[in-house]
């Protein structure tokens, strides 16, 4: 071989190293500008039609921030913009942010392992239905537990024993919330609420506090709450609030106490349960105007009821928190767990909560994470979770990408579901992944 030749051989040897490593490790740029003109057009559209009064957007990577924008107003009275510390009701996205978090810590750190017991771990549940359901399929919503029970509505009654609500507006229903109607005369069940502060009550709104001797009550109606097939999905409130159950049991701490340890570690301080004990209510954005059990305008307190009567701690919903002190969960699970010279999850167990391990059985969500069929705005790797308020995120390991929406589309009415119908999120979603 030729001196020639073989230099030229060299190079194309070096060449073709050099790009199969750029093709194996390469991920596709981020177009700040382009897509950055694609949000601000999504926004002013939604703004215009009335998807919510105004939000908060953060996308990045797992070591970059690319866009963090605020749009609109606080409120559907368009007197305070949104600004960057404002803490949004991220409703079922407490889910994964509080108790799947600390649910990933506990089992990284062998306290607690998916396949415990709901009754070895609670033993009021021992010998009940649901004793011997796992934590595994309480995260995966397998459990074969309803939806929800609305606790809330045993609270309330109407002097002549009518239905609290009517599907059509009367003298006698004269206030909608929601698609139905309010009984004019609500009676507030006197035995276990109270408008004014009591000694070990528990606080639920502004001026109204629970007997805890409900909680019996409420616990109780839980195992009789199966529906569904066991092993078979189905998305239940219900689930998390066990989990939380366990959780606590095992630790003998409260859920808002393990997330803050999980948020301290990060160095985020605009997140948590109950955040008027942690910021001022002009920083909290309201949500809907309750005129069936609160009455008021919901600010400060959480929005789900369930996670009301509970002191607004709840394994389903309940967290307080702005895009920015999300983004830095995202950037940590996609860091596989670490942040900034600490290991605040174990990189096995992010990985094993952010699968899908029963996708052979059609069931395609994670370990307490929202995972989809892939189709035409999320991929096999997507990851996240959505709320009921007009909240959102989602990341992709692969593609090193996560969005976060932030909105509160229930104000003025939970009647307001533009922004799903439209596929809002999702579509952004698509765009920025891709």
């Known amino acids: 071989m030729s001196k020639t030749v073989l230099i030229i051989a060299i190079i194309f040897l070096m060449f073709s190293a050099a790009s199969c490593g750029t093709l194996k490790n390469s991920k596709k740029s981020f177009n700040t500008n382009e897509n950055s003109k694609y949000i601000d057009s999504m926004m002013n559209n939604a ?21 963090l924008k605020n749009y609109g107003f606080q409120d559907s009275r368009k007197k305070s913009k949104v600004t960057t510390s404002d803490v949004y009701d991220v409703a079922s996205m407490s889910k994964v942010l509080g108790a799947t978090l600390v649910a990933m810590s506990l089992v990284g750190e062998k306290k607690l392992q998916l396949k415990a017991q709901l ?16 934590l595994f399929e309480l995260l995966t919503h397998t459990t074969g537990l309803k939806p929800s029970i609305l606790f809330y509505q045993s609270l309330l009654s109407t002097p002549d024993g009518s239905p609290l609500l009517s599907s059509q507006p009367s003298e006698e229903y004269p206030t909608k919330f929601n698609t139905m109607y309010v009984h004019k005369d609500i009676v507030y069940n006197a035995k276990y609420l109270s408008f004014e502060p009591k000694e070990n009550y528990v606080q639920i709104y502004k001026n109204m506090w629970l007997n805890p001797e409900f909680y019996q009550e409420m616990y109780g109606q839980i195992p009789m709450a199966k529906t569904n097939i066991r092993g078979n999905y189905l998305y239940s409130d219900l689930n998390l609030i066990l989990v939380q159950q366990m959780m606590e049991a095992k630790t003998g701490m409260k859920l808002d106490k393990l997330a803050d340890s999980n948020f301290n570690k990060l160095g985020i301080s605009n997140i948590g349960y109950n955040p008027l004990n942690w910021t001022a209510i002009e920083h909290v954005i309201p949500t809907e105007i309750d005129n069936f059990f609160r009455k008021d305008t919901i600010r400060g307190f959480v929005h789900d009821e369930t996670a009301a009567i509970l002191g607004g701690v709840s394994g389903n919903a309940g967290l307080f928190a702005n895009a920015e002190s999300i983004s830095v969960i995202c950037q940590m699970l996609l860091n596989k767990g670490y942040y900034r010279g600490e290991q605040i999850l174990k990189p096995r167990v992010v990985k094993k909560f952010t699968k899908s391990p029963l996708a052979k059985k059609g069931i395609f969500r994670g370990i307490g994470f929202d995972k989809r069929k892939p189709n035409a705005y999320y991929k096999k790797n997507d990851f996240g979770h959505t709320g009921f308020t007009g909240t959102f995120f989602f990341l992709n390991p692969v593609t090193d990408r996560f969005l976060i929406i932030l909105t509160n589309r229930v104000n003025p009415s939970r009647t307001n579901r533009l922004m799903y119908e439209d596929d809002f999120s999702s579509k952004i979603w698509k765009q920025i992944n891709n």
């Open 119 to 134: 009754g070895d771990v609670v033993s009021a549940y021992k010998n009940t239905p649901i004793g011997d359901i796992t």
């Open 47 to 67: 703004l215009d039609k009335g998807f919510f009064p105004g939000a908060q957007i953060v996308v990045g990577s797992k070591d970059s921030i690319y866009l």
